[in-house]
């Protein structure tokens, strides 16, 4: 199990948090890995903290344990970071991805978590989601970053699955399939420790 | 790369509902419940996009929705239904007599608690709760086994003339999306083939009774048919088991054995927590700990010379049970465990463990003391009332 990454995402209900963990552990899955998907489940609520996971592997995974020490966090809404432990569970030389305008570097001084050596990544996923799909929907483009911290999967295959699940689930609205792809590759390309 | 069209990311309850779609029953009938309502309602939509021909009778309980099996299926249809929990309990008086009447109704069950407190999460005191109403029961670890387990039990029951249910942890599989290997839809039309019942309540060339009044002078014997059928079920899971693995590659039987060669020490669970207990076997296995697991997947028909067979061996057994027995000093998997081993001339010392009642987790490091525990236990029984250790549990 030495090759498994574990994620945690963090949202609000309504921003996508299960969506983007479902639509990487396909990527993913894709691309020959085995994967995990699943969200927390408890009441749900427009709003309220979410969670939800990925695991992912070269090799099958047995795991149905809960994520309780994540390789990677994804924040979704920095504005969670006042009310949730975003860092439960993350060690030294783990990864934390910021939907935020400010800096990592800004970041870790607010937090104080400078000498935690946990890797502070920051991209403007909702200003990029306002630019490409018109909506602050900041799930897509932070799966873009994710794609870029975790580092194992090829982009240009990750945006051609994500096109064809885009174009499954957007039938009706072709519009946001080339806003969502671009802010996938904004995202891939701005994020910044 | 893999294939896309065969390899795909689904969460169990979609691994279940794409069984069915390819079975193409003649009838579904059920009512919605957390955590199984995903499986009828995306086969409803199946339905509704016309990929399969199935009446579909939406009811209005699951006490309905299993009477309406029972007649679908005497009537002489392939019929199937899914529940959880309250659901399961609803149906509980018209299981036995499904069982009775010998109708091969499959059911995807996916493991919830059962009230009270009221809680929507996995344990297996549902399904333990109708352990003796005659079905079938088969318990997965994970998607890939549901999906299989469900396409098997359609031959299975229709062989043995019995009712199965085939289960997964409510959440931790049903919702989570794993990989999932499908069977080409045609081969499953030609591995299942027509369901020929031996007879069926509408047929005019041999009128049958179906649920008459059956008393002192005849209960018994009758009952003792559908006894029987339950015992010869085991020969005929095995053979289905073999030919699957045959067909399709993938091996299954009554219960899977993980590093049981040279294991002295062992844990003995079903379901999802297997998948994490074969982590903390590899871990304690990298530091010379010979230890094993045995998953149970069939529950019904018990395989107990198999089990006492394979666990006879052990110096030391943990037997984990996700539900709890109210006192009746152990839990329903190791009563029934130590019932097969009991008179045995080798078998090991045994001690249970409940865990994960109404979803609370369970991680590699606590399985790994359960482990720890065992592979140092000496000492005998010393409580005969309360012999159960009830893990993770706040006191």
Known sequence: MDNLAEIRWHGRGGQGAKTAALLFGEAAMSLGQYIQAFPEYGPERMGAPVQSFNRISPEPITLHCGVTSPDIVVVLDPTLIATVDVFQGLNEGDSIIINTEKTSAAISEELNIKDKGINVYTVNASGISKEEIGRDIPNTPMLGALVKIYGKLDVEHVLVDMKSKLEKKFRHKPEVIEGNLKAIKRAYGEVKS | ?395
């Open chain 2, 1 to 395: 790369m893999v294939d896309k069209n065969l390899t795909v990311a689904k969460t169990g309850n979609e691994a279940m509902a794409e069984a069915m779609r390819q079975i193409n029953p003649d009838v579904v009938a059920a009512y919605p419940i957390t955590p199984a309502t995903e499986i009828a309602q995306i086969f409803a939509g199946f339905v509704a996009d016309g990929l399969v021909h199935t009446e579909f009778v939406r009811v209005e309980s699951e006490h309905s929705a299993m009477s309406a099996a029972v007649g679908a299926a005497a009537a002489g249809g392939r019929c199937m239904t899914a529940t959880s929990s309250q659901g399961l309990m609803l149906m509980s008086e018209i299981l036995p007599i499904a069982s009775a009447l010998r109708l091969p109704i499959v059911m995807p069950e996916v493991n919830r608690t059962i009230a009270g407190p009221i809680n929507i999460h996995c344990d297996h005191s549902d399904t333990m709760f109708v352990r003796d109403s005659g079905w079938m029961q088969v318990y997965c670890e994970d998607a890939q086994e549901a999906y299989d387990s469900v396409l098997m039990g359609i031959k299975i029951a229709e062989k043995a003339m019995l009712p199965m249910m085939v289960s997964t942890d409510g959440f931790i599989i049903s919702h989570c999306m794993a990989r999932v290997d499908l069977i080409p839809d045609e081969d499953v039309t030609k591995y299942l083939g027509q369901y020929k019942p031996e007879t069926w309540l509408l047929n005019p060339d041999k009128k049958i009774t179906l649920g008459g009044l059956d008393l002192q002078d005849y209960y018994f014997e009758h009952k003792m048919v559908a006894i029987d059928a339950m015992y010869k079920s085991k020969a005929i899971i095995k053979e289905c088991c073999e030919e699957f693995a045959g067909k399709f590659g993938r091996n299954y039987d009554f219960f899977e054995s993980y590093e049981m060669d040279d294991a002295e020490t062992a844990i003995l669970a079903m379901g999802s927590v297997c998948g994490t207990a074969k982590v903390a076997v590899d871990n304690l296995r990298k530091d010379g700990k010979k230890v094993g697991l045995v998953r149970m997947r069939v529950f019904r028909p018990f395989p107990a010379e198999e089990l006492a067979k394979t666990l006879s061996n052990l110096k030391t057994l943990a037997i984990m049970d996700r539900s709890d027995a109210m006192s009746a000093g152990e839990a329903p998997l190791a009563i029934e465990t130590k019932a097969a081993l009991y008179g045995r001339k080798k078998q090991p010392k045994t001690h249970n463990y409940v865990f994960g009642l109404g979803g609370r987790d369970i991680k590699v490091e606590e399985i790994e003391d359960v482990y720890k525990e065992m592979l140092d236990f000496t000492q005998p029984e010393k409580n005969f009332d309360r012999k159960v250790t009830y893990l993770g549990v706040r006191e």
